[in-house]
């Protein structure tokens, strides 16, 4: 495989060449003037401060969902359910921190109370797709996307119910935290850095774990063959519900981070979708743990440059995800071509 | 509530089901040969905008159901042409296809936001729409709910009692006993992931121009019904009418949700609309947890009489895939 090290590199160039060559092909079908949309895309990440800033906003979350589902894919697992771990995670987050809004501790520790409780929400939710799984038989898949519908509807419940804003009680949200619990922040901007510098150190973590411990080997072990890895003495089902706690820990981290860090608040959307799209990044590095900084940073980019469509040139703004996703589509394509040409050589 | 009433929400139930139903039926066939189309809940959103932007661009409410099926076809022949032709993993092209196809479906169906367009009138039929309570119940619908009642019938009839369906049915238990008989297995795929595709592909403009008629892009409400219909072909054991069982158990479910809101004023409408969701975790445990290993040795513990009872009843309820669902298959 080395040796075709520069052929592979050519397959991947023609990947990214066909996705825009389809989304150039969208565009035109959309009646959009395609040179025009990407210009205010990319206007859209890096025009001013405030969009490079609200890109390192939207990228920390993105890493820790991305390195969440590095694990469970290693494990051979779909986390699909990972949607409702961010949103439990926010949930539980809203919740430590709504309990200690007069509390006289100090703000730090408030946050970093919200914060673990965050992680133990996530963990709990992806728990729970663990044991449907395991003791179920319900594949993760499935379980995963039930329970993402359950954390929604729940979130609702409460913005609507017992979180309800004084007077209006709206599915916006819930009233927004006073300042002082705001994840400290760059100046004036939303970014803050001790997002980014969670989402750096798991990532740091996970590209460690995966490589050279112990831990690392079994879970993939696992991931590759179970009855081999069973036969090996591994314990499997205890290291499948591992790799689903930790994923389910860096979701509710990322769920804590959109609630202290971007809305300020719950909102039913709070996972902005990073679950779905950590997935994607995923399989887009090929689970490769070393790729993981540069992809999400590009990804969420990519996202934040697609918000200004409809007020420019009144698009959709779910083109940025239809580049994403046509990437990811013919990355995969053009790798099963390129398998099946020297398959057949 | 009166009688008559009952009766029309229940005609109602009938009606909600018909796209869900098409989903069903299609993933099942899909299924059956042996390939998992996980693009499910984007093909149905990406056909209801489809079929919806075809029928008010023709003005034809035909021609938008071609267009909703073309539509899943080609969804179809994607997810096809990356598992068999390129062998690669059909959950990962499928979710990656499911996600595509949704933002599709918002990017391009932008324009037809709060356009109006061409809705399915009811159509009785003579005669037997007179029949007391059936007559209200089934033969008052439209067009594509009588579809959605005669797919069963269709499927189950060719998965069980016809010659090639017995094909099929060997292709996704076991492709090589099949190769052998002479069945050319990846073709069969083709064709049967292409065709349950194109009629899973119905279920959206089912819904565009008749049970949710219009377009509202993300607002439409359209999402997330793909993975119940996904997990609804799980729960039905791949065959039609078990299937049928349960896309009208969560189209009742559904109805009773929006009836029993005025009873339950603490509850928000939008947690009672997902309430199907958590009962169907509920059932996928109770059709999947007979393969778990604890529960065997947990069986073999129990005393013979009570056993007996528990893995009857586990029986009945189990639903096994077929054996090489998602497996791809070589020739040597």
């Known amino acids: 495989m080395k040796k075709f090290n520069w052929l592979n590199f050519g397959f991947q160039i023609g990947a990214i060449i066909l996705a825009l060559l389809f989304t150039t092909a969208v565009l035109l079908l959309a009646g959009a003037p395609p040179l025009q949309a990407y210009l205010s895309v ?11 800033t609200n890109v390192l906003s939207a990228w920390a979350p993105l890493l820790l969902t991305t390195c969440g589902v590095l694990l469970t894919f290693a494990a051979g697992l779909w986390n699909i359910g990972i949607e409702g ?29 919200g914060f673990l409780a965050g992680l133990v929400g996530g963990a709990i939710w992806a728990a729970l797709a663990g044991v449907l799984k395991i003791f179920g038989g319900v594949n993760e898949i499935f379980g995963g996307l039930g329970l993402n519908f359950v954390a929604t509807a729940f979130a609702l419940y409460l913005i609507i119910g017992p979180w309800a804003r004084p007077g209006i009680a709206s599915t916006s949200g819930t009233l927004m935290f006073p300042q002082k619990l705001w994840l400290p922040a760059m100046g004036n901007y939303a970014f803050s850095p001790w997002a980014l510098g969670l989402g750096i150190l798991v990532v740091i973590l996970v590209f460690f774990l ?13 991931g590759k063959n179970v009855k081999a890895a069973f036969l090996m003495g591994v314990p499997t089902w205890q ?107 | 509530m009166n009688s008559s009433s009952i009766l029309l929400g229940l005609a109602g139930v009938l009606y909600g089901a018909a796209p869900i139903m098409f989903a069903v039926i299609g993933e099942t066939i899909a299924e059956r040969s042996g390939i998992i189309n996980l693009s499910l809940n984007g093909t149905i959103l990406l056909s209801a905008m489809a079929g919806f932007a075809a029928a008010v661009g023709t003005g034809s409410i035909f021609l938008g159901f071609v267009a909703g099926a073309a539509i899943g076809a080609l969804v179809a022949l994607v997810v096809a042409f990356s598992s068999i032709t390129l062998k690669q993993s059909q959950v990962a092209v499928g979710f990656v296809l499911t996600l595509l196809c949704r933002d599709l479906s918002y990017f391009l169906g932008h324009a037809y936001i709060g356009v109006g367009g061409p809705r399915l009138n009811a159509v009785p039929i003579p005669v037997l729409s007179q029949i007391p309570i059936l007559g209200t119940l089934v033969f008052n619908q439209d067009v594509m709910t009588y579809g959605s009642f005669i797919i069963i019938f269709l499927a189950w009839f060719w998965i069980f009692r016809t010659r090639p369906g017995l094909m099929l049915r060997g292709i996704g238990e076991r492709p090589a006993a099949a190769y052998v008989r002479g069945a050319n297995i990846n073709r069969l795929r083709y064709i049967y992931t292409i065709i349950g595709g194109a009629i899973a592909g ?36 791949w065959d039609p009418f078990r299937a049928a069982f349960g896309v009208y158990l969560f189209s009742f479910l559904q109805w009773l949700g929006l009836i029993l809101q005025p009873y339950l004023p603490n509850i928000p409408t939008q947690v009672l609309q997902v309430a199907p969701f958590p009962l169907m975790i509920l059932t996928l445990l109770l059709v999947n947890i007979s393969n778990a290993e604890w529960v065997q040795r947990w069986l073999a513990t129990l005393p013979e009489g009570t056993r007996r009872v528990v893995v009857k009843l586990l029986r009945a309820l189990r639903a096994l895939p077929p054996a090489s669902l998602g497996v791809p298959f070589e020739s040597e």
């Open chain 1, 239 to 345: 290291y499948s519900m591992m790799a689903f706690l930790i994923c389910g820990a860096f979701a509710g981290l990322a769920g804590a981070i959109q609630v202290t860090s971007v809305y300020h608040r719950l909102t039913p959307a709070i996972s902005s979708g990073y679950g779905f799209l950590g997935l994607l990044v995923a399989m887009l590095i090929n689970y490769q743990a070393l790729w993981a900084a540069p992809v999400t940073l590009f990804f969420a980019a990519l996202n934040i440059g697609g918000i200004q469509l409809p007020i420019i040139l009144k698009l959709d703004s779910s083109l940025s995800g239809v580049l994403q996703e046509t990437l990811v589509l013919f990355v995969l394509l053009v790798e099963g071509a390129r398998q099946n040409l020297f398959r057949k050589r």
């Open chain 2, 202 to 237: 119905l279920a959206g403009p089912a819904f565009s121009l008749s049970v949710k008629a219009g377009w509202a892009g993300s607002l439409s409400g359209l999402d997330g019904y793909g993975w119940i219909a996904l997990s609804i072909t799980i729960f039905g054991g």
């Open chain 1, 210 to 222: 995966l490589r050279g411990t112990h831990f690392g080997l079994r879970l993939k072990a696992v």
């Open chain 1, 42 to 52: 990319i206007k859209g990440m890096v025009g001013s401060m405030d969009d490079i």
């Open chain 1, 85 to 113: 771990q961010i949103m439990a995670g926010a949930i539980f987050t809203t919740g430590a921190l709504r309990l200690m809004l007069n509390s006289s501790l100090p703000t730090g520790w408030i946050l970093v109370i």
